[in-house]
């Protein structure tokens, strides 16, 4: 298994900015995809941030411009610079990495989260 610890969520006023750390315990030069994604109560949980592992990012459209993902590959940790934070930013933020196989289903691993409150 591989094991995945977020850390840097908080509460924070509306306009100001959080950085997310994801710690992983194996090279994350072999996890395809890391991302980060979000979940608020009742919600399903959303994808905000992706990185391959040849470093191409994606982020979903609400978040594009304010937010970050990177990686940085000798520490094995991945991050997201969380700036001009909003409301609808607040949730459970989870780290995830997957390792995809073409012989079978994809690898998934999670986080445990770290919560992320936006006040207004």
């Known amino acids: 298994q591989v094991q995945l610890v977020e850390s840097g969520g908080g509460l924070v006023q509306a306009g100001g900015s959080l950085m997310l750390s994801c710690a992983a315990s194996?090279?994350?030069?072999?996890?395809?995809?890391m991302g980060w994604y979000r979940q608020a109560p009742g919600e399903e949980r959303v994808l905000v941030a992706r990185?391959?592992?040849?470093?191409?990012?994606t982020y979903t459209d609400s978040v594009k411009g304010r937010f970050t993902i990177s990686r940085d590959n000798a520490k094995n940790t991945v991050y997201l610079q969380m700036n001009s934070l909003k409301p609808e930013d607040t949730g459970v933020y989870y780290c995830?990495?997957?390792?995809?196989?073409?012989?079978?289903?994809?690898?998934?691993?999670w986080g445990q989260g770290t919560q992320v409150t936006v006040s207004s």
């Open positions: 995830n990495g997957v390792i995809g196989l073409i012989s079978g289903p994809n690898l998934n691993y």
């Open positions: 194996r090279s994350i030069s072999s996890i395809n995809f």
């Open positions: 990185i391959t592992a040849g470093g191409i990012t």
